[in-house]
C-alpha cells in the first residue's frame, strides 16, 4: 500500500511503514496483538500482551535492504575490473540487491517466470497469496494485512485448483507441488540450511562462505543444484532464489536481457556460444565472476538496470558532506514519543545516489494495544 509517499507492506510478522528523504529512511512498524490463555477458567477475558518485545526492525530492515555494504568502494572495484561498468555504472549508483527470506524469493520467482518488467509489475498473485493464505497481522487504515504464508499453507488438496481460480494459471501446479516437496519432503529447515552462511537468516551470525572459485563458491552451486529439483525452478529462478534469497551474490541470472547485454558488450554470440544453451549460460555467470568476484550478481544487476528503458534517463544525485542525526529508540513505550539523539559524522560519498540511516521520530513508531475487558 502506498500513500502520500509512504510505502506499507506485511514483513516478518509485523506492518512495515516506509518513507524516505534524500539522507534518511523513515520508518514506523504496527506489531499484533497476542492472547495469553489462561492457566484455570476464568470469566475475565484472557489478557492481551503485546508482541512488540524484542523488536528487531532496526535490523530487519538494515538486513533487508542489504544496506551494510560500502556502494562506492564496492562500485571501483567493479569499475576497476570492467571498463563497460565503469561507463555505464555512474548513473545508477543507489541499486542495492533485497535479502529477502528464502521461501519468499522461491515464490515470487515462480510466480514472475516468463514475464517482462512491465507485466511483473501488475501482477498482484503474490499479494492474492498472502490474503487467502497468510496469516492476518492487523489493519492500517481499515486496510488488512497478512503477512507471507509458509510452505504449509499451500499443501492442501485443493489448493491447485483455488490457485488457478486466483490467477495462477500453470503455476498453480508448480506452487502446490514445491510447497509440498519443502513441507513434507525435505527436512525441516531444508531450505534455509542452502543460506550463505556470509548472509545469514535474521538474528544469526555471519560465518565464512568458503573459497571463490571459478563457477562461484562449493555452496552456491550446491545450492543451485538441489533448486532445480524444485517445480518450476530452472537455472535462471534457480539463480534468482540463490541471489536475492539465500544470499549467494556470485549468483547471475541470464535471461534474455543479460544474454543481449552478453552478446553486445562482451562479445558472446560467436562459435561456441552463438546461442544461449546451458553450457553458453555457464559461461556468461564464469566470465561476469571472473570480473566482478563474489558479488556478481549485484554487478550485473546494476548494468542489467541501467540497460532498461524505464530507468535509461536517471541521473545520480549529488549529495554534500554533512552532519547526520542518527536516532536510536529509548526503552520507554514508542507512543510516548521519546527518543535520544546521538550527533554521527558520516562522510557522504560522491557516488552515493542515497545514505540510508534507519531513524526513528516521535510517534512514528507504534503498536496495536488492547486491554482485556471484564464479562459481566
Known amino acids: 500500500m502506498e500513500t502520500r509517499s509512504e510505502q506499507s507492506c506485511a514483513l516478518h510478522g509485523r506492518i512495515l511503514s516506509l518513507r524516505q528523504d534524500p539522507t534518511h529512511l523513515y520508518y514506523r512498524a504496527i506489531f499484533p496483538v ?84 512491465t507485466r511483473i509489475s501488475q501482477m498482484v498473485k503474490v499479494e492474492k497469496l498472502c490474503v487467502h493464505y497468510g496469516p492476518l497481522i492487523g489493519h492500517l487504515d481499515s486496510l488488512p494485512f497478512h503477512d507471507f504464508p509458509p510452505p504449509s499453507a499451500l499443501v492442501g488438496k485443493n489448493i491447485e485448483t483455488h490457485l488457478r481460480q486466483l490467477g495462477f494459471g500453470y503455476r498453480a501446479k508448480y506452487l502446490h507441488q514445491t510447497a509440498l516437496m519443502i513441507a513434507e519432503g525435505r527436512p525441516k ?3 534455509d540450511g542452502l543460506r550463505n552462511q556470509e548472509s545469514p537468516s535474521l538474528g544469526c551470525l555471519a560465518q565464512v ?23 518450476g525452478v530452472g537455472p535462471k529462478v534457480a539463480d534468482c532464489i540463490c541471489l536475492f534469497g ?26 561456441k556460444h552463438k546461442s544461449l544453451t546451458k553450457a553458453t549460460y555457464d559461461a556468461i555467470g564464469d566470465h561476469f565472476r571472473s570480473l566482478w568476484g563474489k558479488e556478481a550478481g549485484w554487478a550485473h544487476s546494476v548494468l542489467f538496470t541501467a540497460d532498461l528503458r524505464a530507468f535509461s534517463d536517471k541521473l545520480t544525485a549529488k549529495v554534500e558532506v554533512k552532519q547526520e542525526e542518527k536516532i536510536t529508540k529509548s526503552r520507554e513505550p514508542p507512543e510516548a514519543g521519546i527518543a535520544v539523539k546521538k550527533k554521527v559524522k558520516r562522510k557522504v560519498e560522491e557516488d552515493e545516489a542515497t545514505v540510508l540511516e534507519v531513524e526513528v521520530r516521535n510517534g512514528l513508531q507504534k503498536r496495536a494495544r488492547r486491554s482485556a475487558r471484564k464479562s459481566d
Open 34 to 117: 497476542l492472547a495469553v490463555p489462561p492457566k484455570d477458567p476464568s470469566p475475565v477475558s484472557p489478557p492481551l500482551i503485546d508482541s512488540f518485545v524484542g523488536d528487531d526492525t532496526e535490523d530487519l530492515i538494515r538486513r533487508y535492504f542489504n544496506l551494510a555494504p560500502d556502494l562506492t568502494e564496492l562500485y571501483q572495484q567493479w569499475s576497476s575490473a570492467d571498463s563497460n561498468f565503469k561507463r555505464k555504472a555512474p548513473k545508477f549508483t543507489g541499486v542495492r540487491i533485497l535479502r529477502q527470506d528464502a521461501w519468499e524469493a522461491l515464490v515470487g520467482f515462480i510466480c514472475s517466470s516468463n514475464n517482462n518488467i
Open 246 to 271: 539465500l544470499g549467494w551474490g556470485e549468483a547471475v541470472p541470464v535471461d534474455t536481457h543479460v544474454w543481449q547485454i552478453a552478446q553486445r558488450d562482451y562479445k558472446f554470440g560467436k562459435g
Open 189 to 191: 529447515g531444508w531450505l
Open 209 to 231: 562462505g568458503g573459497d571463490m572459485k571459478a563457477g562461484g563458491r562449493e555452496g552456491y552451486r550446491k545450492a543451485h543444484e538441489q533448486l532445480l529439483e524444485l517445480q
